[in-house]
């Protein structure tokens, strides 16, 4: 029965409002994805941001740490710089700096998503690649 009612309410808020749902997924796909999208396409050229899976790669070159990795995501999105990004700079002379979260999302709403990107894409120990490339 305690599970039903949990999968009801998990259905429910889902269903009901993603803004109160506490699933970093769900809160990723409403506040994120449009810009980063999940999956690789074959043609890159329409791309407007580095897609999620690049991205968490680098991140997770640079930050090992899962601790360090969420608090890192949780920050830039809020606050994006130049000097902070764990991307190359011709990502940002590609597509720009990202715009800044702020007023878009709470910062319990961006954990919740950090938290989900890093248990989700992490890899723990990194994946080395030759490339500082967000894209592959
Ligand atoms: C309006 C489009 C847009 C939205 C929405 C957006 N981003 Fe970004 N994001 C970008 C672009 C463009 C870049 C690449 C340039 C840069 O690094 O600043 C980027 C880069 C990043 C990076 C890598 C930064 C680095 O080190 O280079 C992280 C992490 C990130 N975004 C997280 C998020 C999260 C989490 C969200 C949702 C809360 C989000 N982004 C929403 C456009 C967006």
Redesign the pocket.
Known sequence: MKTLLFTLFALLSFTASVQADTSGEA??DA??A???IKVIPQDTSSL???P?IG??R??NM?YPSQKEAVK???A??MH?Q?N????QSQ??KR?????S?KG??SEED?HS??VW?VKNYLSSPPKQTGSKS?NN
Request: aromatic letters at 10%; one cysteine or more.
């Open positions: 809160l990723f506040k994120c449009s810009c980063h407007i941001a580095p999620i991205v968490m680098h991140v640079t890192f995501i949780s830039y999105a994006p130049v902070k990004a764990v991307c990502k940002i597509f720009g700096l990202m715009p979260q878009n999302l961006l998503i950090s990107l967000c």
